[in-house]
Every structure is written in C-alpha cells, then in structure tokens.
C-alpha cells in the first residue's frame, strides 16, 4: 500500500516504516504509563501487587504472554521491589526513637560547616573525632614500640640557606 502526506503526496517508503514505527513506541509509551500509574497507586499495598504478578506469573507458567502482558509484568515487579523498600524504611522509622535513623548526624561533627562541610566529614588523614577505638591486645604492643620511639630524641633540621 502507498502511504501520502497530508497534502497528498506520495510518502517515501523509509519515512512510512518510520512514521509507523513511531506510531507503535507511541502507544507502547502510553500502555507503560497507564500500567505505571496503576503500579503507584498501589505501591502502599504490596500485598496486592503481589496478587497481581502472581497471576501473571501463573499466565506465563500456562502460555507465552503478550508484549503487554510482559509490560505489565515488569512494572509490577518494579513496583513490588520499592513497595517493600518503602514498608522497611517505614518499620525502620517506627523502631527508631524520635525518627532519627542511620547513626551520628553530619551537624553533630566537629568538622561540620554548613557550606564548606555539610557532611561533617574530617579532612584527609585524620580519623573522625568519635570513632578513634582503644588499642586492643594486638595492637598494643605496637602501641608500646611506637611510644619508645617517641621517646627518643630526633636530631635538629639542617638550616634553610
């Protein structure tokens, strides 16, 4: 068949499977987003979701699914995976006092700065402030060695000329 234009030219055969293509990731495109949209509005209920891919799974275990059907398979599974992601962060928000979650906050380091440290991070080299540990049995004989050698007296510096 010989596709025109709008003005009733005849269309190069390269342009129509182009414009065809097109037409197809068009509706491809709108499917995903109608299924997505579903998907999010149940991402508070993973337990549906889960009915919902379980039926699938059992349509695919049975046949071949359908490009649409495999679509929707995968939104759903993605969807499944951040509706459980989000039930965890919810119980860990639970569990921790005052919502607080995740160990020291950045503001509560020495090295903190608003605009030149927002993480509280120490500069290179040195060890956080409240992270230094106790030498154990191991290390504290190289703790002792290291304290002889401090002991010794280090000669001057050769003078700058």
Known sequence: MVKTTKSGRVMNPADAHRKEERKREI??????RKFTR???SNRSKPEEIKKQLQELIEVE???????AQKLHKKVLQDAY????????????????PDGLVGGPRPEDSRYYHPTLNPTGAPPPG????????APTPANAAAAAAADKLGSIP?????PLP
Do not use: F, W
Request: aromatic fraction near 0%; glycine fraction near 4%.
């Open 81 to 96: 995976e951040q509706a459980l992601l989000k039930k965890k962060e919810e119980d860990n928000k639970k569990r921790a």
């Open 38 to 40: 579903e998907a999010v």
């Open 27 to 32: 509706a491809r495109n709108k499917l995903e």
């Open 154 to 158: 280090l000669p001057k510096p050769p």
């Open 126 to 133: 040195k060890m956080a402030a409240g992270l230094v540990s």
């Open 61 to 67: 275990d049975a046949g071949k699914l359908s490009k």
